[in-house]
């Protein structure tokens, strides 16, 4: 079944260009092969005013409501949560790529908002993502936790920092480690990667990391960290146990980032398996 007459019903209801369509970009399909296709309703670039005019109609109209990105994340299962970063990360490219840097004349979209291409200059661009890598580095018994100040009050995390042009991944885990913390690496594993949106499009590469038992004495680089420590098994364990922030928060006690993020695969990985940072790559 075709939504398209529905959704050109609803542009129109709510005062939009039906052309609008056009810019929709394709994320995915169903399991019956339907293709499954994002839309920027546009609601941020109106004037305030005007956008919560719409944003209320719209709710009623919809029989929903309207919630931050990055809470409606967390709420979401993992198929519907990669859907709407994908949705998000990939309208938000086309909004800022609208123009060639070599020609300066405007860019088209492809119909599945693949790509975009500059008919003066022929020049493809594709969706961009920065690669950063982000390490759960561990003593063997401890493991290290830092957060950064612009982090929700008491929230910890594994170390993270995005890829220099010319580094292997080995690298910049290393040299991210070396930066933030002052620990040299001895062993490094891979572990999974995830695609994160906040603040731009970035693929996560996870890795666990040992030290010697010797040389764990960190010195922590107060210009990128607010604080960073040991944990030890039991602390991380229980941390992982709570499972609501909000009353974390309160208690003072220190939490860790929620399911989706990949930070809290890394940590949930090495809670059940201590040793998966000293194995064999
Ligand atoms: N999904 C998850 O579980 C987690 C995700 N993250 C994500 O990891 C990312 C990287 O972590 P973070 O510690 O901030 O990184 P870094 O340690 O690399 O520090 C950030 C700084 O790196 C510089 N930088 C270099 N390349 C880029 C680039 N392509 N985009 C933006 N800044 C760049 C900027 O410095 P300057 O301003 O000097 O140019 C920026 O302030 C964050 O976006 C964060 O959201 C972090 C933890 C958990
Ligand atoms: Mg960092």
């Given amino acids: 079944?075709?939504?398209?007459?529905?959704?050109?019903?609803?542009?129109?209801?709510?005062?939009?260009?039906?052309?609008?369509?056009?810019?929709s970009v394709l994320i995915g399909?169903?399991?019956q092969h339907e293709a499954w296709f994002a839309l920027d309703l546009g609601l941020n670039s109106s004037s305030s005013l005007n956008a919560s005019l719409q944003k209320a109609e719209m709710e009623i109209e919809l029989k929903g409501s309207f919630t931050d990105l990055r809470k409606a994340l967390f709420q979401l299962n993992t198929k519907d949560a990669s859907l709407l970063t994908t949705a998000q990360a990939l309208l938000r490219w086309?909004?800022?790529?609208?123009?060639?840097?070599?020609?300066?004349?405007?860019?088209?979209?492809?119909?599945?908002g693949s790509k975009r291409v500059c008919p003066s200059s022929k020049i493809i661009y594709y969706p961009q993502m920065a690669p950063v890598v982000i390490t759960l580095v561990s003593d063997g018994t401890r493991c290290l936790?830092?957060?950064?100040?612009?982090?929700?009050?008491?929230?910890?995390?594994?170390?993270?920092?995005?890829?220099d042009i010319g580094e292997s991944l080995e690298e910049a885990v290393r040299r991210e480690v070396a930066e933030e913390v002052g620990l040299e690496l001895e062993r490094l594993k891979y572990s999974a990667s995830q695609h994160w949106s906040f603040p731009n499009s970035s693929l996560m590469i996870?890795?666990?990391?040992?030290?010697?038992?010797?040389?764990?004495?960190?010195?922590?680089?107060?210009?990128?960290?607010?604080?960073?420590?040991?944990?030890s098994h039991d602390e991380v364990a229980t941390a992982l146990r709570r499972n609501n922030?909000?009353?974390?928060?309160?208690?003072?006690?220190?939490?860790?980032?929620?399911?989706?993020?990949?930070?809290?695969?890394?940590?949930?990985?090495?809670?059940?398996?201590?040793?998966?940072?000293?194995?064999?790559a």
Wanted: proline share 7%.
């Fill in 206 to 231: 996870a890795c666990h990391a040992s030290v010697k038992p010797g040389q764990t004495e960190i010195q922590v680089n107060l210009k990128e960290l607010e604080a960073a420590g040991w944990f």
């Fill in 245 to 280: 922030p909000y009353t974390q928060q309160q208690n003072g006690t220190f939490w860790l980032p929620p399911k989706l993020a990949i930070a809290h695969q890394l940590i949930k990985e090495w809670v059940e398996k201590p040793s998966c940072s000293t194995l064999p």
């Fill in 29 to 31: 399909c169903s399991k």
């Fill in 1 to 23: 079944m075709s939504l398209r007459p529905e959704l050109e019903r609803l542009l129109a209801k709510f005062g939009q260009d039906t052309q609008r369509i056009e810019d």
């Fill in 94 to 112: 086309h909004d800022a790529h609208q123009f060639c840097s070599r020609s300066g004349q405007p860019t088209k979209k492809n119909v599945a």
């Fill in 145 to 163: 936790l830092a957060r950064q100040s612009s982090f929700p009050k008491g929230m910890y995390s594994a170390l993270a920092g995005f890829c």
